[in-house]
């Protein structure tokens, strides 16, 4: 059903899927910004942008993913944009209301995905202060606060986050 959360069922009898992720394609990310998650909208807002400029968002991104709920519901979706230094990008994460149904399965499959991702070695992007659920997420995958900035053009209070991605084999060269 295009438009809305719901993508297909399993089978006939409404059985549960299992919560999994995929390239995001232009109508996911049409469908996403149909249904964000008010606070998301508000931190988009925020910065001058409006939703329906993420299939834009997708297609600039090094790998953008769509997850789904038990429900085959897109719970949100989430990417890394290539930044002008190398080696660094910009992740971004995005939610609809599904991902209130099973929070801890869209932060398992978001997890999985962010650990594999070895391109980087440094990621960042900002979040509105009052976005407390994406402080909470980013904490939980390893992103620091750095500093708060006042973007244009409503200069409202966003916070600048990183992570460093360094790899095992990054710290097992010899000196």
Not at 2 to 31: F, V, W
Not at 86 to 108: C, D, N, S
Request: proline share 7%; glycine share 6%.
């Amino acid at each position: 059903m295009a438009g809305t959360l719901q993508q297909t069922r399993h089978s006939s009898t409404q059985e549960l899927m299992k919560p999994y992720y995929r390239d995001c394609t232009i109508n996911d990310a049409l469908i996403v910004a149909k249904n964000l998650l008010p606070e998301d909208r508000r931190e988009m807002e925020g910065l001058g942008y409006n939703p329906l400029i993420l299939p834009v968002l997708i297609s600039d991104s090094d790998t953008a993913q769509c997850f789904f709920n038990e429900d085959g519901e897109i719970a949100g979706l989430g990417g890394i944009r290539p930044d002008h230094r190398p080696h660094v990008g910009q992740a971004y994460m995005l939610a609809t209301p599904a991902i209130k149904k099973h929070p801890r399965e869209f932060i398992r499959r978001a997890t999985e995905w962010l650990s594999e991702q070895r391109k980087y070695r440094l990621l960042w992007n900002i979040a509105c202060a009052e976005n407390k659920f994406h402080h909470k997420l980013m904490r939980y995958w390893g992103f620091k606060g750095i500093q708060t900035i006042y973007p244009p053009p409503f200069y409202k209070p966003y916070i600048q986050v990183v992570k460093l991605c360094v790899q095992e084999q990054m710290l097992r060269r010899p000196v």
